[in-house]
């Protein structure tokens, strides 16, 4: 066995790569939380330092501490960035090209942005390469990749050394296998950090795999752990109709944030809570689409199939959702990111439970391909949840990329599992999204007749969810998806919708829209599950929080200020005027730096967050 170079000095280790393959370095990292910092910064200050150092780096989802450029925003942020990111070693890359200052002799390529991080970013637009995640490793080796670099955890037993790629088994278990199998000249490189669960499978590799490992206490860092956001009515709302489309003893793919968590929750109660799952849906889900419903609790349990281990999937094991196995495992999944406390769990628990949640590469995820028979019969009644940003009236998916041609994020997996949703026969694609955003006071439609951009095109329409419902597009013809899309519309834009359609002549002019679809409305979602929110059914952290009792009342009060208009704003400080601060209030103008402003600027700050918490605080 060949035993890696081991460092302790990440600038020795740049050293000895650029000693290995020379001044032109074509650098692959894992996508997310895989990436060995250190190592990675040490490469760039060189290509920084020396302008005949040619340095490519290929990626996906350089992980970001957040940067608010509001006051309010910043106030908040600030401590809680310094509680849950302090320690982490920004990548030295990611804020050079954010803010435009990468020197000529560096690239970066990604195929998948942190959401939003680089919509200003020239440079960052320009180099994006799109692409599926199953393609990304491809486009890679295609491009000359020379060096690649991980972050792996480490394990000593009876004295051999074993490393395993944890996060990131997404590209990396592949690209191994091809330099062990056929032969791929690349240099690999590791960097051993302490909080990286050591996962089993795939994942769980021989030192010799690496070429280089950078391993020292000098060099370990708390991983980047974002909060779990707070799941709001409108999202419980599509995810209580989400829970209804999952039948028993199938497949679960669940994407990341508001709308995933919502999903499972609605799941366990539907399963631990039954009584509690029927007086919501029988209020809220009285429209019957064509697909069927599942209410009943779980007898098989679902399968994990999912592009990212979301943290939602430990809280569907333990609740009993989860519990068909496919091959010993109950979970598959490409990569993870998440809060401390999903890190502590994988890392402390016990390895009979662990053995069951298997990192595999995201060919065997995302993909039928490879074993095609063995995954057909173990992806049964697939339901392949994503979201979306907007989508067509038409059933076309706006996913990552806005019009003009401005990149959001990226495609990653989604379109692999809509292919899989059409290529399993009792499977569903499922696209989930807030029927509208709202932002400076202005409510606009994500439902849309239209847009020059389409992650997943409208011949692959299948299932859509919103806050209003569900719409059943597959094998429809264009007239009856658009009066599908029209019943999950929200009521203030359905009739220049309708419109549109109309105009266009693919609905008849005499359809009218039945009443019941005019209140699909905030105040009817409101009105419909606020007794459960009260009851604690859908709470606002449903598993758990690294925010505390008074970060959690500023955050309504900021996304009430999030969405409203200067006029609004202004009505809200001349409200703070009036208002006489309790106890919680004066607690969240305290932890905002705002008891006792100085200036005008933040007495001004100061009378608009009074105004909103009085709002929120009270409603």
Known sequence: MREPTLFTDPDRLAEAIIGRVGKTIALGLPLGLGKPNHMVNALYARAVADRSINL???????????????????????????????????????????????????????????????????????????????????????????????????????????????????????????????GLKILTVAQVNSEMPFMPGDADIAADEFDFVLDSPATDFPLFAPPREPVDLPEYAAGVHAALLVPDGGTLQLGIGALGDAVAQALILRHRNNAAFEAIVADHAARQPSVAHERAPFVTGVYGCSEMFVEGFIDLIRAG????????????????????????????????????????????????????????????????????????????AVSDTLAGGKVVSGVGGQYNFVAQAFALPDARSIIMLRSTRAKGGRVSSNIIWEYPETTIPRHLRDIVITEYGVADLRGKTDRDSIAAMLSIADARFQDELLARAKTAGKIETSFTLPAEWRNNTPQQVAKTLGPARAAGHLPLFPFGTDFTETEQQLIAALQRLRAASPLEIATLALHGLRASPGPDAAACLKRMGLDQPRHIADRISALVLRGALDQTLAG
């Open 56 to 182: 490519r780096i290929f990626t996906g989802l350089t992980l970001e501490t957040p940067h608010p450029s509001q006051d309010l925003e910043r106030r908040f942020i600030g401590p809680i960035s310094d509680r849950l990111f302090g320690g982490y070693p920004p990548l030295a890359y990611g804020l050079a090209q954010r803010t435009e200052h990468l020197p000529p002799n560096v690239e970066i390529n990604e195929f998948f942005f942190l959401a939003g991080s680089r919509l200003h970013s020239p440079s960052a637009q320009q180099s994006f390469i799109s692409a599926n995640y199953t393609q990304a490793l491809r486009y890679v080796l295609d491009r000359g990749a020379n060096v690649f670099g991980q972050l792996v955890a480490k394990r000593v037993r009876n004295g051999e050394i074993r490393y395993s790629l944890s996060s990131n088994t997404d590209l990396s278990v592949e690209l191994l296998e091809l330099r062990r199998k056929a």
């Open 321 to 396: 959702v989860v519990k068909r196995e496919v091959g010993g495992a109950l979970l598959h999944a490409g990569f993870f990111v998440g809060s401390r406390a999903f890190y502590r769990t994988l890392r402390e628990m016990p390895p009979k439970e662990l053995d069951k949640l298997q990192m595999k590469s995201i060919a065997f995820v995302n993909e039928l391909y490879g074993g095609e028979e063995e995954k057909r019969r173990a992806r049964v009644d697939g339901r392949f949840i994503n979201t979306a940003m907007m989508v067509t009236l038409l059933g076309a």
